[in-house]
């Protein structure tokens, strides 16, 4: 399954997404009878050796835009054009997905009292909150090229206080190797797995 060996006048264009609606419901079927190749993203392994805490931390979903917040894989041709991969799909919405891997990348470092979606106890000690502004392969003007671009801000609130005790904006690009799906599902995994590299420690030096 090659991105480059498919036309690009294939690809699922957001700005007509009306339009294609009305156009053949015969056609819409077919096209959604056929099966999506999944891909999911590996959970970064991150090496940080701090004594276990008691800290109850929450790690909410991510707040994204209509475009962000969906299964299917986005590449951007232009500034103001959004498409979507034909025939791919993420195993889980962008937002949950990257929910899951900050929930066991926090976690498997044992550094936290315990670390979820939701709380143990009747309130956490502190949220982790997100938006999501980026995560899509932006691909050049002649099309021989691709950068995976991921970018999210950060926010810890103390759940008691309702005090944001700190907020960082993060982000991270990674080239493809080539225009193919592959690849480019690869430039995502490694783009995020430095997106949440990065997050993970800074998380621990504020909570604990």
């Not at 959970?43 to 707040?63: F, M, Q």
Request: glycine share 6%; with cysteine.
């Amino acid at each position: 399954m090659s991105f480059r060996s498919r036309p690009f006048a294939w690809l699922v264009s957001l700005a007509f997404l009306p339009a294609l609606a009305g156009c053949s419901a015969l056609s819409a079927l077919n096209s959604a009878s056929q099966p999506l190749d999944i891909y999911e993203l590996r959970t970064p392994s991150i090496d940080i050796r701090a004594r276990r805490g008691t800290a109850e931390l929450v790690v909410e979903e991510p707040v994204a835009s209509g475009a962000l917040s969906t299964e299917r894989i986005m590449v951007r041709t232009g500034p103001f054009e959004a498409q979507y991969l034909p025939g791919v799909r993420w195993a889980d919405p962008v937002p949950a997905m990257l929910q899951t891997l900050l929930v066991r990348s926090l976690g498997e470092t044992g550094a936290l009292g315990s670390v979820g979606r939701a709380p143990v106890g009747a309130r956490p000690d502190f949220a982790l909150l997100g938006e999501l502004t980026d995560f899509q392969a932006e691909i050049t003007e002649d099309k021989s090229a691709a950068v995976v671009r991921v970018r999210m801000m950060v926010r810890i609130v103390h759940d008691e206080e309702s005090r944001v005790v700190a907020s960082r904006i993060f982000e991270a690009a990674m080239p493809a190797d080539s225009t193919e799906t592959l690849a480019l599902v690869a430039a995502f995994d490694r783009a995020t797995t430095g997106l949440v590299a990065d997050i993970v420690p800074w998380v621990l030096s504020q909570v604990r």
